[in-house]
């Protein structure tokens, strides 16, 4: 079956410019989460969505915001880009959210995002 | 605040090896623990998944251990190969449903 797959893959963008990332994940899986990684801060856990909601969210600006859409597939929208938004993007889908998520998370191979 | 820490940050053996790679966490509290590889550049592979009512995982050469009361997990790779250079990382799924992350093991392994 086809795994999480995120588009695009590079991503170059300039300071003050918004950028969407996408993710669809694995058919039949309801949940999306959403995570940064950086060389300094490691993985950091943006948001997850679950049938269309927001479920949980993590400690980030507004800037960085999110959507899930009916068939799952998500998207990530950050505003007003600073440089160090550069990071390495995952997402990942479950079968369900929250304490049901007992089959763990899949990941998508990112979007590398640089910012100049 | 639940905290993960990974233990060594990096390790460096010759083939053949059987190696351990270690997890703690703060919080026994916890749903379930999920060890992942990950490769230069590129996203997280799923190794293994215990759920915290379970003590141990295994997939191929690879065990995974839980001890929630400590706050340990221990993943051991047995007759370790050059393939199995990677980045090793744990993330645990804590009361908030939100999966708190270790730095990771950089494993490599010497032909």
């Known amino acids: 079956k086809a795994g999480v797959t995120q588009t695009p893959r590079y991503l170059i963008k300039t300071r003050g410019q918004q950028v969407t990332l996408s993710c669809s994940p694995i058919s039949g899986h309801r949940s999306v989460s959403w995570y940064q990684q950086t060389p300094g801060q490691g993985l950091q856990f943006l948001f997850e969505y679950f049938s269309e909601t927001q479920r949980n969210k993590g400690n980030f600006p507004g800037r960085f915001s999110g959507r899930q859409f009916s068939n799952s597939r998500s998207e990530m929208n950050v505003s007003t880009l600073e440089l160090g938004d550069s990071a390495l993007y995952l997402c990942a889908s479950s079968l369900d959210a929250g304490g049901q998520a007992v089959y763990g998370y899949t990941f998508g191979s990112g979007t590398r995002l640089t910012v100049v | 605040k639940q905290e993960v820490t990974q233990i060594p940050a990096a390790l460096s053996v010759p083939e053949g090896e059987n190696l351990v790679l270690n997890c703690s966490f703060t919080d026994s509290a916890i749903y379930n623990l999920q060890w992942f590889r990950q490769d230069p550049g590129k996203g997280l592979t799923s190794l293994l998944l215990i759920q915290s009512s379970q003590r141990e995982q295994t997939s191929g050469r690879l065990n995974a251990s839980l001890d929630k009361s400590s706050g340990r997990s221990t993943l051991y790779i047995a007759a370790s190969q050059p393939g199995d250079s990677a980045t090793y990382l744990c993330?645990?799924?804590?009361?908030?449903?939100?999966?708190?992350w270790g730095a990771g093991t950089k494993l490599i392994i010497k032909p």
């Open positions: 993330a645990v799924m804590d009361s908030n449903y939100q999966l708190i």
